[in-house]
């Protein structure tokens, strides 16, 4: 992991899928409890950091 990034841009960019994966789940996990107000709010992080990752990427193509 000496290769790693030292940001949290960085991190965050490098573990991107995973970030993405863990707020699904949160997600999932209180809809089941019956909160889809917060499951919307996870989930609508995870959109945020989806369409900036989206965006940055035709910015270096």
């Known amino acids: ?3 790693a990034p ?3 841009g960085g991190l965050a960019e490098l573990y991107l899928g995973n970030i ?3 707020l ?3 997600a999932m996990s209180l ?3 019956g909160k889809p107000d917060d499951a919307a709010f996870y989930r609508g992080i995870a959109r945020k950091l989806a369409e ?3 965006m940055e990427k035709k910015r270096t193509e």
């Open 1 to 3: 992991m000496s290769d």
């Open 6 to 8: 030292d940001t949290v």
């Open 20 to 22: 993405l994966y863990a």
């Open 24 to 26: 699904e789940l949160a």
């Open 31 to 33: 809809e089941a409890q």
């Open 52 to 54: 900036a990752r989206g």
